[in-house]
């Protein structure tokens, strides 16, 4: 039981740090996707903003 006992739970804890790792970099990822959403929103707004005033 001894070797092949803690084996596994060696194994076991390393998958599920390793699980956690990935979320946080898969969140990490997330953000960054929607502050360059909100980035890219922000510049079409400034240029519309901008169409309009060379209208008036």
Do not use: H, P, R, W
Not at 23 to 45: A, F, R, T
């Amino acid at each position: 039981m001894g070797f092949y006992f803690y084996a596994t739970i060696v194994i076991g804890i390393s998958l599920i740090y390793y699980g956690y790792i990935k979320k946080k970099d898969n969140e990490l990822k997330i953000k960054e996707l929607e502050l360059e959403e909100k980035k890219v929103e922000l510049e079409m707004k400034k240029l519309d903003q901008d169409t309009k005033n060379s209208f008036l």
